[in-house]
């Protein structure tokens, strides 16, 4: 954490300025905006990012539906109510939905007999995807979006696919830490590229 806002508005703009710096805005207890950038930082080495032989076969057997940017406020919702205590305020979902009809948020959702039961969204700004949350209803259905997600980026050309912090649940799908300064070189040149979504 390195800064509050005691007025938590989030527009468009000032949410794009703050990821082409780092920075990030998750919601505090007493519901002011904590904007994070943190040392070290972890992400996802996409060239290397790709489901075991074990859960290919489990994503091959699911009959899962994939799809992108067709259910997103939805995809929010349920990241911010399905672990329980959630830095995803109501006006965070406002916001990146806002965010997301400009174009520069995007869900990737599972679907399963036509029920939304897992996705994952995040922030896209040139070559540079930031993962924000995902959720899963049904086994696997969370890592069949993310796995969906890190083919997608690979294909348009993203060189950068942030995930913020390190824990057991990303570093489980591959996340490494790499130190800020890195982190924020490789930012500069990424958000400049001529890629999209």
Known sequence: MLGKDAAPLLTPSLLLA????????MTA???????????????FPLESIRPNNRLQRHLRS??????LDTAFQAVMEHCATV????WISPGMVDAYTELHRSGHAH?????????????????GIGAAFFGESMFSLETNASKAAFHHLAAHLRNRGFQ????????PHTSALGAVE??????????????????SF
């Open 18 to 25: 703050a990821y082409r710096q780092g920075f990030f805005p």
């Open 29 to 43: 207890d007493d519901g002011t905006i904590e904007w994070h950038n943190p040392d070290p930082r972890a992400v």
């Open 62 to 67: 699911a009959s899962f539906d994939m799809r």
């Open 83 to 86: 672990h329980g205590e959630s």
């Open 107 to 123: 869900s990737v959702e599972t679907w399963h007999g036509g029920s939304l039961v897992g996705g994952i969204y995040g922030v």
């Open 160 to 167: 950068l696919f942030d995930t913020q912090y390190a824990n």
């Open 178 to 195: 790499i130190p800020r300064r890195e982190f924020l070189d490789r930012l500069a040149v990424a958000v400049i590229a001529p890629v």
